[in-house]
């Protein structure tokens, strides 16, 4: 019999056992003990995504109806005990390490010294943070930002983990003082999703829910590693699996995570037997989504298994994709997919037999200069058979932060729509500016050339997480003012202004009491669940502010009260916000009374029931160009991107066992022919160089080691290769930095 081309193999061969169940358990035990005390760590998983638990801090993917006492990943435990750290970096560890000494410490070194419990300020000329107050702080700001010749001056950056509550407030504090720069780390993520999803099916985000999972004959994984970002979405594909639907994996490595999976909870996983996940796997080449997709596409035309009904009835623009599928080249498609015929076939004759088609995706598919295309791709495909809008079927982008869903419905967001804007200027008689603000890439650029001089930032690591982190360091360095309001010390921090402001803040895992009593915050997930999430741990300092009061705080110093917000007030009890935000965002009418009824609430999606929210009131079939790359012979295509011990720029430890790397993170995956080619072997020390339109950035003292990865192509982790990704290298129309596809060079250092 010939070879499947879509086989799964039985083991990766870098690694012997299957992803999560005991082991993984029993490195979260560890990372437990040694930040936070058993006890502590424990307590804290305890109430990890339980009703009347907090949210887990890890990632977006939503909690089942019916949760168990175990309902936490390893990866969010590992989270949940980060926060819960016993250690302090308090005011003698700042009077002891000066900036410029903590600029030779690493990533991980900072964030382990605990967490950060002081109100601080670095002077101007000053050599280090000293210990102040909050009030004092609030004062100093409001002073810095009074100085700004205008407010447009001033960026205002948010990381998906902050509530609801602290981002509605944060964009009224924004518009307030009359600006839209309001850049955030989805616009380094899924920005790709919501111009592809809006433009096509008229609203930004996933139309599933995890009971379509329950339904679905085929789910679709493109550039996705769920095993390490989403390890709760395992069981659901697992169950799945197991009911019989078929797993398609669409991407550049085998990850353990997709093949098998150990279940945390139940015995034979806990024993370390896999489940299977994937069915199929095709081994794309970083960057040939789109030629596959097309190709997928010609063999359900040639088998005419279009819906023709839906089609008709729902969308536009058929003729013209039909048009460009025939003349799309099979050969052209082989060539950029790196994919065999026989392989694509594989996919159409499977997805013209389910009936019910799920489609998910990450920063595999959005992180790329075709990222929006890709994601109009996917839509494409799943329309051409009415899979949009049906139980058991629908788009999934599967969300990073574990909030960065909810923060976009508040109005994080440089250039939110009018109606929003009229309806906030109208519940709180301020004038909101019209004018779009600077998105994270624009914020940078602005930085560097002086449009921008004051930064803050609720959460985050803006300096590390974007492209071009070193030019972005030296940029933020040269404002006048940077605010971080934070839980841990981190490279941004250091990156310090003229004058430099860290506010400590509570955790999310943490209680918060106000003038009213005890509060909860709420968050949205991956699929538009909005639910409550109430800390129950004590915190890490009883002077620590919460992100609430501490955005109310500089706002009150920076505006003060208008007859219609008194910001004090406000944060005294966190259901007057919601009232304000039930005033003022679309679905969240009623807000209090709705988030309190058993899980929470869904907001609204006219897609799911097929009102599609464009201009025609159809959905929009997209004709996509395929992506052609045109390399010199000796460029490859690199992609950034996540270990298994690490939250984006938090660097847990210095293992990725999944992919058998242990102790460094300086390692570059290559395909050993790519190796071969260069006269490199396992273990050589390498120099990596990216190569943007004439400018060139290098990175040495790297490890090459080779691995299963398509040729042409190779791969480092995040955030480490970040010196490499061109600030002017994004995707068209969304701008996220192109993290998944940046040309390098490599050679054997000298
Ligand atoms: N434990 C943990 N959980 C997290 C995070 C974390 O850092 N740690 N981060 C959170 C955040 S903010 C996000 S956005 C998500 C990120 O979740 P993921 O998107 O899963 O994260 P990455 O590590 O960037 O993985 C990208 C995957 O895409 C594949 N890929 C790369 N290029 C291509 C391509 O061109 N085509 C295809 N088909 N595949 C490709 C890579 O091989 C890899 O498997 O996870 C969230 N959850
Ligand atoms: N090359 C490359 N670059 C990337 C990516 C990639 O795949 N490749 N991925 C991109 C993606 S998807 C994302 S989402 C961004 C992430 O960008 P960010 O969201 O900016 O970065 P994080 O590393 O998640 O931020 C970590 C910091 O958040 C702070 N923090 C943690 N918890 C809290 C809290 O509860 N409150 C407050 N106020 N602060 C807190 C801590 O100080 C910690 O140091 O990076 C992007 N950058
Ligand atoms: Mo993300």
């Not at 998983?45 to 089942?64: I, R, T, Y």
Request: charged share 25%.
């Amino acid at each position: 019999m010939p070879k499947d081309p879509l086989a799964v193999p039985d083991k990766v061969p870098t690694y012997e056992k299957p992803a999560a169940g005991f082991p993984g358990v029993w490195h979260v035990v560890k990372y437990a003990q040694s930040t936070s005390g058993l006890v502590r760590g424990t307590k804290a998983m305890l109430h990890l995504n339980q009703v009347k638990g907090f949210d887990c801090p890890s990632c977006a993917w939503p909690e089942p109806h019916h949760r168990s006492i175990t309902e936490f990943c390893e990866n969010g435990a590992r989270a949940t005990a980060h926060e819960a750290d016993t250690r302090r970096a308090d005011a003698d560890f700042f009077a002891k390490h000066s900036l410029e000494d903590l600029a030779t410490k690493t990533d991980h070194w900072l964030e382990q010294q605990g967490r950060l419990v002081t109100p601080l300020v670095k002077k101007k000329g000053g050599t280090h943070y000293e210990a102040t107050t909050y009030d004092e702080a609030y004062a100093l700001i409001a002073k810095s930002l009074g100085a700004l010749a205008n407010p447009n001056e001033l960026v205002l950056y948010t990381s998906g983990r902050a509530s609801n509550e602290a981002a509605f407030l944060y964009q009224l504090f924004a518009r307030s003082f009359g600006t839209n720069n309001l850049p955030d780390c989805s616009n380094m993520c899924h920005e790709s999703s919501g111009v592809g999803l809006g433009t096509t099916i008229g609203v930004g985000k996933g139309t599933v829910q995890l009971d379509d999972f329950e339904q679905c004959d085929l789910i679709l994984i493109l550039g996705q590693n769920p095993g390490t970002n989403h390890p709760r979405m395992l069981s659901t594909l697992a169950a799945a699996r197991e009911r019989g639907a078929a797993i398609v994996a669409i991407n550049p490595l085998k990850e353990v995570g997709l093949i098998s999976f150990g279940h945390p909870q139940t015995v034979r996983g806990m024993l370390g037997f896999g489940e299977r996940i994937a069915s199929h796997y095709a081994q794309v080449k970083i960057g040939g989504d789109v030629a596959l997709l097309k190709g997928v596409m010609k063999e359900v035309v040639a088998r005419d298994a279009l819906d023709h009904e839906f089609l008709a009835k729902y969308t536009e623009g058929l003729d013209e994709l039909l048009r460009d599928l025939e003349a799309t080249e099979w050969s052209d498609i082989l060539e950029e997919s790196g994919l065999s015929r026989d392989a694509i076939v594989e996919i159409a004759d499977l997805y013209v037999k389910c009936d019910r088609v799920i489609a998910c995706w990450a920063m595999g598919i959005t992180q790329h200069k075709h990222g929006v295309d890709n994601v109009r791709a996917i839509v494409d495909l799943l329309l051409l058979r009415g899979n949009i809008g049906k139980p058991g079927a629908g788009v999934c982008p599967v969300r990073g932060h574990s909030n960065v869903q909810g923060d976009r419905t508040m109005g994080i967001f440089e250039k939110m729509p009018e109606a929003f804007l009229a309806k906030l200027d109208a519940a709180t008689g301020i004038t909101s500016p019209r004018q779009h603000g600077f998105d994270a890439v624009a914020a940078a650029q602005a930085l560097e050339d002086g449009r921008a001089r004051a930064f803050i930032a609720l959460g985050g690591n803006y300096a590390r997480a974007m492209s071009d982190s070193d030019r972005v360091e030296r940029a933020l360095a040269k404002a006048k003012l940077t605010v971080h309001v934070a839980t841990k010390l981190n490279r941004t921090h250091l990156a310090a202004g003229d004058i430099s402001v860290i506010l400590p803040c509570l955790a999310r895992s943490e209680r918060d009491i106000r003038k009213n009593g005890p509060q909860s915050v709420t968050v949205e997930d991956s699929m538009s669940k909005v639910h409550l999430s109430a800390g129950t741990l004590e915190p890490a300092d009883k002077s620590l502010q919460s992100e609430c009061a501490i955005v109310a705080g500089m706002a009150k110093a920076t505006i003060g009260n208008t007859e219609a917000i008194d910001w004090e007030w406000l944060t005294e009890d966190y259901d007057r916000i919601r009232d304000l935000i039930a005033r003022v965002v679309d679905g969240c009418e009623d807000f209090n009374a709705r988030v309190r009824e058993g899980d929470g609430f869904l907001l609204p999606n006219g897609a799911r029931i097929r009102e599609f929210d464009t201009p025609n009131a159809k959905a929009v079939l997209s004709v996509v160009p395929l992506v052609r790359r045109h390399l010199a012979s000796d460029e490859l295509i690199l992609m950034t991107m996540r270990s298994h011990d690490q939250f984006n720029t938090t660097i847990y430890g210095e293992d990725d066992r999944y992919r058998g790397v242990y102790g460094r993170r300086n390692v570059i995956f290559m395909n050993r022919e790519d190796m071969d080619a260069r006269g490199l072997v396992a273990e050589d020390t390498i120099r990596i160089t990216s190569h943007y339109e004439g400018t060139t950035r290098t990175l040495e003292s790297f490890t090459a080691i080779p691995y299963d990865i398509p040729r042409g192509n190779v791969a480092g982790y995040y955030p480490e290769t970040n010196p490499l990704v061109p600030l002017e290298s994004f995707a068209d129309e969304s701008r996220t930095p192109t993290s998944k596809s940046v040309v390098v060079t490599i050679a054997k250092a000298s």
